[in-house]
């Protein structure tokens, strides 16, 4: 599966939209774009995942760029308890590897 | 739907001892996968269980072992447990499409396992 590449930590205010990016420049076609996060010591928490188009659920939305090189998440109205590392994946289902999380971005809502 | 359970949620054994954890999928996810978390090496993949059969592995010694039952329920066991191995321990259900590809994971609340 593709390596991602996302900023080590972000901060954002309470009540405002939290833009996660993530940079998955060698993708490949069968290969969709999942968003997990993990709350300390929790189990990752599955969010959003899309291949070509935009998605949005109750979530959040997944913005992924034409040339599939790069996404951002956005969780439109961010809370305290959305404080977590968030994880870009890029998997095509399957395979022996499994899902491979990388270092993620710990996001930190602000008060 | 009820999520992905895991039991126990915590665990102390000592060197040398062996162990079993549980994992009960999503209702109708025939598919499941065990992962291990440590600091140190983030999430690692096990291996997955699909109708009953281990599907694929990760690279792990073969203390490692797992099965999978007719109602999809999955345990894996370690045997000779040593100090690294304590870790978070994570279960993943999935569907599997119509090429067997899985489909979305969703991660139980994990099994935490402290070896003295």
Redesign the interface.
Same mark, same amino acid.
């Given at each position: 599966d593709a390596k991602t590449t996302q900023p080590t930590s972000m901060d954002c205010a309470e009540g405002r939209a939290a833009n996660l990016p993530c940079n998955h420049s060698t993708i490949s076609g069968n290969e969709y774009v +999942?968003w +997990?996060r993990q709350i300390h !010591? *929790? /189990?990752? *928490? +599955?969010i959003i995942?899309g291949l070509k188009n935009n998605e949005t659920n109750e979530m959040a939305s997944l913005i992924i760029t034409e040339d599939r090189k790069s996404s951002t998440l956005i969780l439109p109205h961010a809370t305290l308890r959305d404080t977590a590392v968030y994880y870009c994946i890029a998997y !095509?289902? /399957? /395979?022996?590897? $499994?899902?491979?999380? $990388?270092?993620g971005t710990h996001l930190i809502i602000q008060p | 739907k009820a999520g992905v359970t895991q039991t126990p949620r915590y665990l102390i054994k000592t060197r040398g001892q062996q162990v079993t954890l549980s994992c009960s999928p999503i209702s109708g996810h025939r598919s499941v996968s065990w992962y291990q978390q440590t600091p140190g090496q983030g999430l690692q993949f096990l291996f997955e269980y699909f109708s009953e059969t281990q599907r694929n592995k990760g690279n792990f010694p073969g203390r490692f072992s797992g099965r999978q039952f007719s109602n999809s329920r999955s345990e894996m066991n370690v045997s000779t447990l040593e100090l690294g191995d304590s870790a978070l321990y994570l279960c993943a259900s999935s569907t599997v499409g119509k090429t067997l590809r899985q489909e979305t994971q969703y991660f139980g609340p994990g099994t935490r396992l402290l070896v003295l």
């Open positions: +999942y +997990y !010591s *929790q /189990g990752p *928490q +599955y995942h !095509s289902g /399957g /395979g022996a590897d $499994g899902l491979t999380f $990388g270092k | -």
